[in-house]
């Protein structure tokens, strides 16, 4: 199985600043046939269910507001939240769909 | 509008058995695979189980084969989970998700959710 680690477990940001989330597989999600990355990001607020923000690494959602936005090929990547607000406060995951089963990473819990 | 609403959780037993629906409105359930994910606070979110869109291609995650089975009934818009022989550590949030399109999406992120249906596993 892939294994996904994100990095931190747990971030606190104040409102306006810059918010950083890694996360790791244990295999690239690289498919060198059509040079995407099988990687997604995932915003889970209290409550709710997660909903998708980025996905083919870097391909931001419809609707999902341009400060977010990831990075990464391979085995690393980030996703950046460029100027933090408070709606965004939640828990962040990252996922790999390159093969099965699909597995996400722990969580990340961003605070303010 | 697209919407997913899960329904059939509840308490059961160890050894027990449950049927979980899925029922999808503003989108054909037949153009999508389509997914079972779970949720606990122990072991976060674990994705177990996939469904082509005319059932040709079915997934399971090792935890769960032979016991579990994912089915869908595209006349009636609902994808079903049975959960048989149901351990404690089956207890969590089972979620449905819609994937990517039934012809080369087998590989895709989970794009719509469900609400969840709680799903306890206690004597």
């Known amino acids: 199985d892939i294994v996904m680690t994100q990095s931190p477990d747990s971030l606190a940001v104040s409102l306006g600043e810059r918010a950083t989330i890694n996360c790791k597989s244990s295999r690239s999600l690289l498919y060198s046939a059509n040079n995407n990355n099988y990687l997604a990001w995932y915003q889970q607020k209290p409550g709710q269910p997660p909903k998708v923000l980025i996905y083919w690494a870097s391909t931001r959602e419809s609707g999902v507001p341009d400060r977010f936005s990831g990075s990464g090929s391979g085995t690393d990547f980030t996703l950046t939240i460029s100027s933090l607000q408070a709606e965004d406060v939640g828990v962040y995951y990252c996922?790999?769909?390159?093969?099965?089963?699909?597995?996400f990473g722990q969580g990340t819990k961003l605070e303010i | 509008q697209v919407q997913l609403v899960e329904s059939g959780g509840g308490l059961v037993k160890p050894g027990g058995s449950l049927r979980l629906s899925c029922e999808a409105s503003?989108?054909?359930?037949?153009?999508?695979?389509m997914h079972w994910i779970r949720q606990t606070p122990g072991k976060g979110l674990e994705w177990i189980s996939s469904i082509d869109g005319l059932a040709r291609g079915i997934d399971y995650v090792g935890s769960v084969k032979g016991r579990f089975t994912i089915s869908r009934d595209n006349a009636k818009n609902t994808l079903y989970l049975d959960m048989n022989s149901l351990r404690d550590e089956d207890t969590a949030v089972y979620y449905c998700a819609s994937g990517g399109p039934d012809v080369g999406g087998a590989y895709w992120p989970f794009q719509q959710w469900g609400r969840g249906t709680l799903v306890t596993v206690s004597s």
């Open positions: 996922q790999q769909y390159y093969g099965g089963p699909f597995t």
């Open positions: 503003g989108f054909t359930l037949r153009d999508y695979y």
